[in-house]
């Protein structure tokens, strides 16, 4: 009986070990802006203009402009979807807040209601949606050395990272 027993507890511990060995990993594509990143049929751009700075107190705006060409509805998720900023002569990305409603109710509760439709996190990118996603950055950044936007979808398991045009 005791064979048995330390024979199945081995038998789960591999099992078990083997799941981690075999899970799929995140895939990461890296495109230039503008260009479509085929496997997940995403174009995706993005923009910084300093007309935006102040519109939002302690935030900085980049724009990031999102074309679905793939055959699927590509689901967004706030909470678990991640976005960060790389910036020229600097190795450590900055975090982007894209869901400002979420990480910043202050900030958020402030700004009138057409503008809170117009920022708002979608859920979703229809096929062939054209949506432009506003990310926000500290206002204590250089955004204008902005090169990439690097963004983890949760629907997709992916991680896209665009390499800005400037």
Known sequence: MRRIIISAAAAAAIAFMA??????????????????????????????DQRFDGFIPGYKVINVAMINQSFNIIYLDPEKDRWSVKFAGKSKPVIATHDLRRSDPKAWSELPEKTKNLLAYPLFLPVGARQVIDVF???TVDVAAFNEVSIYLKSLDARIEILARQ
Do not use: E, H, M, W
């Not at 899970?23 to 174009?43: D, E, M």
């Open 19 to 48: 799941t981690g060995a075999l899970a799929k990993k995140t895939q990461v594509f890296r495109a230039a802006g503008g260009t479509n990143v085929a496997p997940v049929g995403l174009s995706i751009d993005a923009s910084y």
């Open 137 to 139: 950055v500290p206002d």
